[in-house]
């Protein structure tokens, strides 16, 4: 755990040099706090923001992920869980393109996108859902799951045919209204 510093008025003052110590110390104080470490100044009231309770499914968002492509790829989105408890998942997709393709059959349909939310937990992947996506269309579907820290939820996305613009937003919500934003989960990008 990081352990918190606390930066002198001398540090700050105006002509003040940067130091290496002092960008330290800011960097170092940020994870102290998010960490919850007990040597801050007022820790207290640093709990005041966040429930010491596992979290519970709800709707307070807590991490919010979007990513876009133009291609099949493997994870578009994620979220790491860092604490264990009960979470509200929701994953929604957007297949942008009205475009008809010609399929092997010769028949001429709409392209379409799976999006499939996983979970990656001590090293096995679980499919939860699988969302087939036809052009110009959006599917949102959400799910209340117990997670474990260290788990990651993730949404991947192939397409069929020839590649097509796709959008997913996976968000991570619990119903306490004292979640800290990044304590509980963490967004990324792939």
């Not at 008025?9 to 800011?26: D, I, K, M, N, R």
């Not at 040597?39 to 519970?56: C, T």
């Not at 209204?177 to 990324?188: C, E, I, K, P, Q």
Request: proline share 4%.
């Amino acid at each position: 755990m990081t352990s918190y510093r606390k930066i002198s008025e001398s540090e700050v003052a105006v002509g003040a040099p940067f130091t290496q110590q002092l960008f330290h110390a800011l960097a170092n104080n940020a994870l102290a706090y998010r960490e919850g470490d007990a040597s801050l100044p007022n820790p207290i009231n640093f709990k005041a923001f966040r429930s010491q309770d596992p979290p519970v499914a709800g709707e307070v968002m807590i991490a919010q992920c979007v990513g876009h492509s133009n291609q099949s790829i493997g994870a578009l989105v994620s979220v790491n869980i860092k604490r264990t408890g009960s979470f509200r998942v929701r994953m929604t997709g957007y297949q942008g393109s009205s475009t008809i393709k010609d399929s092997k059959d010769g028949n001429r349909n709409p392209a379409q996108a799976q999006f499939r939310l996983r979970k990656l937990s001590a090293g096995e992947i679980t499919l939860i859902h699988t969302a087939i996506i036809s052009s110009a269309q959006t599917s949102s579907n959400t799910f209340d799951l117990s997670l474990t820290e260290g788990d990651i939820v993730y949404v991947d996305v192939t397409e069929a045919d020839t590649p097509l613009e796709c959008t997913v937003v996976l968000s991570v919500g619990v119903a306490d209204t004292n979640a800290l934003w990044g304590v509980d989960a963490v967004a990324r990008i792939g």
